[in-house]
């Protein structure tokens, strides 16, 4: 298994509640269509602040979500993406990732995992 790891800033004219109905309602519908063949999960994580009881020093979130994509082996992730960056799958997705996303703070990383068990 191989996961596609990305961590997202909503467009600075969205709030978290309007990035997250949109992102939900709308860009995971397009995601999914064109994942679907491909990937075997998609998850959104998006993230919220630290409540100032909890870690008292001020934190700036650099992010709002982090978005997986989890691949059954890299050709599968290879096959995926010579798919998304064809002009149809663009036509489609790069319109709502503009209205959705701050461009220039989307960043991409392959992740290997180790995972613990903590049950023994």
């Known amino acids: 298994m191989i996961k ?17 109905d949109h992102y939900e309602t709308v860009h995971r519908k397009i995601g999914e269509k064109w994942l679907s063949r ?6 959104r994580r998006y ?8 870690y008292p020093a001020k934190m700036v ?3 709002d979500v982090v978005m997986e994509i989890w691949f059954a082996d890299r ?3 290879e096959d995926c ?3 998304l960056v064809t002009d149809e799958a663009q036509a489609e997705i790069r319109p709502d990732e503009d209205r959705l996303f701050d461009r220039a703070n989307m960043h991409f990383f ?5 995972e613990s068990d903590l049950r023994s």
Not at 110 to 114: D, F, L, Q, S
């Open 75 to 77: 050709k599968a992730l």
């Open 4 to 20: 596609m790891v990305n961590l997202l800033k909503r467009h600075p004219d969205l709030s978290m509640e309007e990035f997250v």
């Open 38 to 43: 491909f990937a075997v999960k998609y998850v």
């Open 110 to 114: 392959i992740a290997e995992e180790h």
């Open 81 to 83: 993406f010579a798919v």
């Open 61 to 63: 979130r650099n992010y």
């Open 47 to 54: 993230l919220r602040d630290v409540p100032e009881s909890v």
